[in-house]
């Protein structure tokens, strides 16, 4: 009969066969095979892991047999024998997973040594019984946490009691005879831990190690590293059992960890550390301090210019930035480990960028090399590295950057004192849209309430202002003017530092770093332009936005929203005015004040994108957002009454109330919005197209080019509605360009964000240039579920329990939600071949979702302005 093959020698392994041999094991056996000084080891497969874990946690036949033989086919290359008393071999035990899972899982280091070989040990370590004792002791301690489970400290304790009473600090100061008496007495603790049953036959303890390593894939903290990386469980481990090399065999010997360039910063340079006798995790564990490799040249030069030889090869080899362990025995350098190093955004950008210099990678290759994701680190200020403070608390990483200022507990503070060149920290429960001039101006947002999609969320991102969401905790009064974080009470004179990329907050002022926009990452950007078929538009709607997106990237505005126009505190009036008007004639007289405060935003616009195409959504929220709050304004005329106010003032308030009330809806984002409420009141969509003509030709004559027009209808579900609103907007436009004696292109489409849109867009395509698929609504109606209380109520434990796999607002729901776009494009493109698909909102900055939306055939994505480089790249990837 056939038998799984559970054993690999060393040299019958290579780079290729990493899902068999596990990262470390088939790297091991690559070094090898390209002449790198590996010790020699065999590998018993994740197969092997598998198939036991599925066996009721037994082995599976024939795996002892193949393990025992695999042990003595490395007896007979190296000449030593587990167990031997003249000649013994001492292994290591490494678990090694197909990803690096570093520090998850467990290793054991000098297998082998025992009452009957540790003098032998000695003896061939030219005499040296310390560093024999020392190996020993270790082993016990590292075989029995690992493998018996024996708490560690038990181990811990006996070792400080030795310290003590030879009244020293550190392992190395115990001599010989100190270290045997340790061995002794750990394994007196071990066996009375262990009621007697104390393994000492090495074969039985090697079989224990295996075992223990596959056991440990399944420990809690590799289960909870698992699910943060999206690791599948089912993949298993390999193990390792390798000859040992002794980095503790007196001053010629080391053990350190190096990479082949700066992980934090890119630089080809030496970066590392070493640990004269030493042993395996000394370096990392921080038992001692390490020094910096360079000083290893003085002491090791033969090993160390080896060592440089050598981590030059691997990078050349693997093409990538290498992070590697290796020991030095007596001299001679051995390499342990060598994988592809972690490394900051910073060092990921200017690695890809060199490597392509160098030769080493194709352009392709760098752009597979950066995660998109990552560049957001680089794209705003940050807190200096070498800070060191501790968060106060921590609440969701809402909007990346970082943010320092004096605190500020309403909007129209923070717009005060922003507008005068403070620097504040906007403080709230939670924002609405009335308070987007004190966001504005304010460095960052921390709200005690409300998820990653909430208002500030989206707003900050949107501005590219730092933002902290959902505080847990956090207890704001905004009476006092006072915000409690765990148990301090901080005021408005008081500052503190927002870290939006973490989430963590900190008391005080930490130093900033400003953004890292250099020629690398300009160089990113070009490569991925030359790829990506996605075009990447922004989401603006101001001058400095705009021209932000331009900066960044942009190929024009894929969504101005004009409700924010509308929210600014020097509109607020008329379009209160407009929205309480009683009659055509009032609102007619509201509106014409509103016109050239929009036609000059428009103009902003226009100027920063002129030769771009530029989408305007025409309003879009429901009335009320501009109206006071509800329970505000009836505490309002309840305050009036009592304090005994002017019959004027208290009737004007009455009359607002009762419009508050008259607008009021049990379900706004339900409700009378988009192009319901341009049905109503066609008198705005008039108002807003002649804007939009007016600032197009105005920038035209001042620039001598303008934008592409295209004006968008939001909120459409049935066909005729797009019909009546592009009818009304066509007929604007025209008679403007007519009295201006101007022509102008222009086109009209509409936002798919109702389902019914989607399932009904042939009808829609026929009054439609171009579809925007609005994401966000669309996953609100598509799903069924409140954008605004879902993520604070069910919605995060659907994540937490994997009933859902992520956020449907922040990546897009592929098999359902994503369903909708893509019925929505075939049909919208059934009646129109050439139909303009874009979508914009949230999703159109998520790498996960431009994927999907590039093989959808969407034309283009639109995402917040700092979002833009993200979105380049993540298209370009995905045509790679
Ligand atoms: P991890 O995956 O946690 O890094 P490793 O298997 O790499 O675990 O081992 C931990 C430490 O033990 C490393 O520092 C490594 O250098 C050392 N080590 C492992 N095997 C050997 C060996 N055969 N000889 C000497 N040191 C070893
Ligand atoms: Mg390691
Ligand atoms: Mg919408």
């Not at 082998?112 to 002791?137: H, M, P």
């Not at 009737?651 to 409420?677: D, F, I, S």
Request: hydrophobic share 40%; net charge negative; proline share 4%.
């Amino acid at each position: 009969m056939n038998q799984t093959k559970y054993v690999y020698d060393l040299n019958e392994g290579d780079a290729s066969l990493k899902p068999l041999l596990g990262g470390k094991g088939a790297n091991l056996a690559e070094m090898n095979r390209i002449g790198v000084p590996v010790p020699d080891a065999f590998t018993v497969t994740t197969q092997a892991c598998v198939d036991t874990m599925n066996n009721n946690s037994e082995w599976p036949e024939g795996l002892r047999e193949q393990v025992e033989a695999g042990l003595a086919r490395l007896e007979e290359r190296t000449g030593k024998t587990l167990g031997s008393v003249e000649n013994p071999l001492l292994v290591s035990i490494r678990s090694g997973a197909v990803f690096s899972m570093p520090g998850m899982m467990d290793t054991i280091l000098n297998l082998g040594i025992s009452d009957e070989t540790v003098g032998q040990v000695a003896k061939l370590a030219d005499g040296n019984e310390r560093f024999a004792w020392d190996c020993y002791r270790r082993f016990v301690q590292m075989y029995g946490e690992v493998v018996e489970g024996i708490e560690p400290h038990v181990f811990e304790d006996a070792l400080t009691e030795a310290k003590e009473a030879k009244g020293v600090d550190n392992d190395t100061d115990l001599d010989a005879e100190d270290l045997k008496a340790l061995t002794q007495k750990f394994k007196d603790l071990a066996n009375e831990a262990l009621g007697g049953h104390w393994t000492t036959d090495p074969k039985e303890q090697l079989m224990r190690a295996i075992n223990a390593v596959f056991k440990s894939w399944l420990n809690p903290r590799a289960e909870v590293y698992r699910k943060s990386q999206g690791i599948s469980r089912n993949l298993g481990t390999a193990v390792n059992v390798q000859q040992m090399v002794f980095g503790n065999r007196g001053e010629t010997s080391a053990t350190g960890v190096c990479f082949s360039r700066n992980p934090s910063t890119g630089e080809k340079e030496l970066y590392g550390e070493f640990l004269t006798n030493a042993q395996g995790e000394d370096v990392v564990a921080g038992i001692r301090t390490p020094r910096d490799l360079a000083e290893m040249e003085a002491e090791l030069p033969e090993a160390f210019h080896e060592l440089l030889a050598t981590m030059d090869k691997l990078e050349l080899h693997n093409k990538d930035m290498q992070d590697m362990e290796f020991t030095i025995e007596d001299r001679k350098l051995y390499m342990l480990q060598t994988r592809n190093g972690k490394r900051t955004a910073a060092a990921a950008v200017k690695t890809a960028v060199d490597m392509v210099s160098e030769g080493l990678i194709t352009k392709e290759e760098a752009l597979l090399r950066i995660n998109p994701s990552d560049l957001d680190a680089l794209l705003h200020d940050a807190i200096d590295p070498h800070e060191t403070a501790t968060a106060i608390v921590k609440g969701l990483p809402a909007s990346p950057g970082a943010a320092v200022g004096t605190l500020s507990f309403t909007a129209d503070d923070a717009a005060e004192r922003g507008k005068a060149g403070e620097k504040v920290i906007l403080v709230r429960y939670e924002t609405t849209p009335d308070d987007i001039h004190g966001v504005m101006v304010a460095q960052g947002v921390l709200t005690a309430h409300g998820g990653m999609t909430s208002h500030a969320a989206v707003v900050a991102r949107g501005m590219g202002i730092t933002c902290v969401a959902g505080a847990p905790g956090i207890k704001i009064d905004p009476k006092a003017e006072t915000v409690t974080i765990g148990g301090q009470e901080y005021g408005k004179g008081d500052t503190l530092t927002l870290n939006g990329s973490t989430g963590e907050v900190f008391s005080g002022a930490l130093a900033l770093v400003p953004p890292k926009l250099d020629e690398n990452f300009q160089q990113v950007g070009e490569w991925a332009d030359a790829v990506r078929r996605l075009g990447v538009r922004a989401n603006a709607e101001n001058f400095e936005d705009a021209s932000k997106a331009r900066e960044l990237g942009a190929e024009g505005i894929g969504l101005a929203r004009t409700e924010h126009m509308f929210m600014a505190a020097d509109r607020l009036p008329a379009v209160r005015k407009m929205i309480l008007a009683e009659n055509e004639e009032q609102r007619a007289a509201a509106l014409a004040e509103i016109l050239p405060m929009q036609q000059a935003d428009f103009e902003g616009i226009f100027t920063a994108m002129k030769g771009l195409p530029v989408t305007v959504r025409l309003l879009d929220p429901p009335l009320h957002e501009f109206l006071p709050n509800i329970v505000d304004q009836s505490v309002l005329v309840k305050e009036l009454e009592l304090t005994g106010a002017s019959e004027d003032v208290l009737a004007k308030e009455r009359e607002t109330l009762a419009q508050v009330k008259r607008l009021h809806e049990q379900n706004p984002m339900l409700g009378t919005r988009g192009c319901r409420l341009a049905m109503l009141y066609p008198s705005i969509p008039d108002m807003q197209a002649r804007a939009i003509v007016k600032a197009a030709l105005a920038v035209q004559e001042r620039e001598g080019e303008t934008v592409g027009v295209e004006i968008m209808i939001p909120l459409v579900a049935i066909a005729k509605e797009l019909e009546v609103q592009r009818d009304i907007v066509v007929k604007a436009v025209e008679e403007e360009l007519a009295a201006a004696g101007k022509s102008l292109d222009y086109t009209v489409g509409t936002m798919i964000e109702i389902p019914r849109a989607a399932l009904t867009a042939n009808e829609i395509a026929e009054h439609a240039d171009f579809f925007s698929f609005g994401t966000n609504d669309l996953t609100q109606t598509g799903i069924g579920i409140s954008r605004d209380d879902a993520e604070a109520g069910f919605l995060g434990h659907y994540v937490e329990d994997e009933v859902i796999a992520k956020n449907p607002f922040e990546s897009i729901d592929q098999e359902g939600v994503g369903q909708l776009v893509q019925i929505g494009v075939e049909k919208g493109r059934s009646t129109k071949a050439e139909l303009k698909t874009g979508v914009c909102g949230e999703h159109g900055g998520d790498p996960d979702s431009i994927e999907f939306f590039h093989k959808v055939g969407l034309n283009y994505v639109s995402c917040s302005p700092f979002r833009v480089p993200i979105a380049r790249l993540a298209a370009a990837r995905a045509t790679l």
